[in-house]
Nanobody
């Protein structure tokens, strides 16, 4: 397992930008595939983006392609999600997740952070 802590959430207007960060604990972080998920009020959690352990391969849900960018800095045990041109439907709790085996799909990640709230106003 790896411990994950998200930060950077907040209130932003539609069309604006926000950058989420995820801090992982331990040296083993660099060997994990990482991903971001989100959960809107009253809805199921959904996949947003993923990045391979070495940062070479990325995955994006269709609804964020061209707007969000995932990145990682293994030297700092960190993963980021740059959110541009945000929309009200992007509102939700964003979770950082880690998996030691599979990048996905399927995105059946094992370890999760506590989440950070993102609210997009119209």
């Amino acid at each position: 397992q790896v411990q994950l802590v998200e930060s950077g959430g907040g209130l932003v207007q539609a069309g604006g930008s926000l950058r989420l960060s995820c801090a992982g604990s331990g040296r083993s972080f660099r060997g994990y595939h990482m991903a971001w998920f989100r959960q809107a009020p009253g809805k199921e959690r959904e996949f947003v983006s993923a990045i391979s352990w070495n940062g070479i391969t990325t995955r994006y849900a269709d609804f964020v392609k061209g707007r969000f960018t995932i990145s990682r800095d293994n030297a700092k045990n960190g993963v980021a999600l740059q959110m541009n041109d945000v929309k009200p439907e992007d509102t939700g709790i964003y979770y950082c997740a880690a998996d030691s085996q599979r990048l996905g799909p399927p995105y059946d990640y094992d370890d999760w952070g506590q989440g950070t709230q993102v609210t997009v106003s119209s």
